[in-house]
């Protein structure tokens, strides 16, 4: 039995209709948005990583009804690259591509939280998604250079 919810996703109110089973993840790829994407199915490596009121959750165990009402935040939001996707592109902080969402998102918490992090801040911060590319050094010059733009900005 599915139901109606309504969010707002990336600043757009939605409707979506959820069995109570469902995960965020699946509601998602139901409206059209991809770029949480489940790996693990466990919440272990932060491939499916989605803000829900700011906060990071494990899109792939997260259910979608939970979703209620709240603001909920992709990868995808627009035409325009932000700060922090800009600075993984200029760093080439990623092979596959397949966690840089995550990696993304991640990102974007942190630096609401700390704007200048140090290498073992970003570290520790980011100790929850993995990259099976090793992409990561690349990665925290991206997570230094997005600081620095967006405290330039």
């Known amino acids: 039995m599915r ?52 906060t990071a959750v494990s899109g792939c165990l997260y259910l979608a009804a939970l979703a209620e009402g709240a603001k909920v935040e992709t990868v995808e939001q627009g035409d325009e690259l932000d700060a922090v996707q800009e600075a993984f592109i200029e760093r080439a902080a990623f092979q596959c591509g397949f966690c840089t969402p995550g990696f993304v998102l991640m990102t974007r918490q942190l630096l609401a939280e700390n704007p200048d992090p140090s290498d073992d801040d970003i570290r520790h911060y980011l100790s929850g998604n993995l990259c099976r590319c090793a992409a990561y050094p690349e990665i925290v010059e991206a997570v230094r250079l997005a600081a620095r733009k967006r405290r330039e900005a």
């Open 3 to 54: 139901r109606a919810i309504q969010f707002t996703l990336n600043g757009q109110r939605v409707e979506a209709q959820v069995a109570p089973h469902e995960t965020l993840v699946e509601a998602l790829r139901d409206l059209g948005f991809y770029g949480a994407r489940e790996s693990c199915g466990q919440g272990l490596c932060g491939c499916c990583t989605v803000l829900v009121n700011g």
